[in-house]
Every structure is written in C-alpha cells, then in structure tokens.
T-cell receptor
Framework: DTGVSQDPRHKITKRGQNVTFRCDPISEHNRLYWYRQTLGQGPEFLTYFQNEAQLEKSRLLSDRFSAERPKGSFSTLEIQRTEQGDSAMYLC???????????FGQGTRLTVV | DAKTTQPPSMDCAEGRAANLPCNHSTISGNEYVYWYRQIHSQGPQYIIHGLKNNETNEMASLIITEDRKSSTLILPHATLRDTAVYYCIVRRNNAGGTSYGKLTFGQGTILTVHP
C-alpha cells in the first residue's frame, strides 16, 4: 500500500454538471476526511467518516455535496449541479482510529467552466 | 480548536537551519501542536507533533515553550526540496486519547530555500 489514492487527479466540467471523486485510504485506516483547498488558502475541512459512519460535516458542505463511504473502505464525494465557485482542489486524508497522524492524497483538482 | 499565527513568508539559505515560529496563545491543556507542509501541487504532508515536550524525528524538531503559547519548527539543514507552505495547527484530542480528527489549517508560512 503506497498511501492515499485519489481519482481523478484533474477534472474539468461544465457548470451544472455532476461530478464524483473517489478516495482510497490507506488500508486499515478507520478515519477518512475530505478537505477543499482554493488557491492561496489552506485546506478547509468538509467532512469525515469513522468506518462507514459520517460523523461530522462542515457548513461548507452544501446540499449539492454528498459523501459516502460504503463498507468503510473507499469514499466518494459527489457534487451536483456544479458552480464556478466549486473550482478547487479536493483533498482526501486518512488516519488510524488511535493514531493522530493524517495522511493526505495528492488531491483532485476540479475546474468548472 | 485554538487559532494559530504564523509569519506569511520566510527565506532560508540551503544548508542552514530553518526556524519557523508559531503563536498559539489560546491553546488549552488537551490540544496538541501539529506541523504539516505542502509542496506545490501536492497534498499536505505530516511533519511532527507534540503536547508539551520537545520532539524530534527524522524530518524536524519541534520546540514548545514552557507556557505552550508558542512553538518553533526547526529544519536543521534545509534543502531546496524543503521549499513549501508550512502549517502550524492546534488539534484537540479527547480524554480517551482518540483524536477528534479534523485539522484546521490557517494560511501557513511560505518557506523559500535559496541556493
């Protein structure tokens, strides 16, 4: 296992389209996090899962955003009816339940045109 | 989680020590100090963390003041590959020892290492 994997690395979509991103965490990591990062800013927390349970969601996660982690393994983040303001880097991270170190993936860069 | 304050940018000569300061004057007793860095176009990378004692690993050293209101990340021999944004984060752990999970990133310090 080489780390947290995200797919795709880049996505260009037209405004109004739906997009879905995938994150494969490090195996045996119970916790999975999604963050969003816009240009020149630090990453902002979106949501996190402990196993398959979504335990916390940020107010940034509007109704157009939904995240799932079926069976507590990989996770998907879907954005419906994309807007230009959704253009950002979407980062996934994972950590062990008892280990406080979070490992980040390379991110998915979304451009909405 | 407590807020942190970092200088927006710093320069360092290659081979010299880079000392990155962070203020976290509102830190509480159960909050740890974490450092991550982000190299351009990559995800953040964990560097080190500590509660009250100084910590050292293969990447860096973390010096936390006795009152815990500030800390310094030290890269002992900076290289060009250490050019990155460095984030100081205060993160809460619950009484049971498991973490709350999320990291609250600020703007960080852009460290530029010059040849």
């Amino acid at each position: 296992d080489t780390g947290v994997s995200q797919d795709p690395r880049h996505k260009i979509t037209k405004r109004g389209q739906n997009v879905t991103f995938r994150c494969d965490p490090i195996s045996e990591h119970n916790r999975l996090y999604w963050y969003r990062q816009t240009l020149g800013q630090g990453p902002e927390f979106l949501t996190y899962f402990q196993n398959e349970a979504q335990l916390e969601k940020s107010r940034l996660l509007s109704d157009r955003f939904s995240a799932e982690r079926p069976k507590g393994s990989f996770s998907t983040l879907e954005i419906q009816r994309t807007e230009q303001g959704d253009s950002a880097m979407y980062l996934c991270a994972s950590s062990l339940l008892w280990n406080t170190e979070a490992f980040f993936g390379q991110g998915t860069r979304l451009t909405v045109v | 989680d407590a807020k942190t304050t970092q200088p927006p940018s710093m320069d360092c000569a290659e081979g010299r020590a880079a000392n990155l300061p962070c203020n976290h004057s509102t830190i509480s007793g159960n909050e740890y100090v974490y450092w991550y860095r982000q190299i351009h176009s990559q995800g953040p990378q964990y560097i080190i963390h500590g509660l009250k004692n100084n910590e050292t690993n293969e990447m860096a050293s973390l010096i936390i003041t006795e009152d815990r209101k500030s800390s310094t990340l030290i890269l002992p021999h900076a290289t060009l590959r250490d050019t990155a944004v460095y984030y100081c984060i205060v993160r809460r752990n619950n009484a049971g020892g498991t973490s709350y999970g999320k990291l609250t990133f600020g703007q960080g310090t852009i460290l530029t290492v010059h040849p």
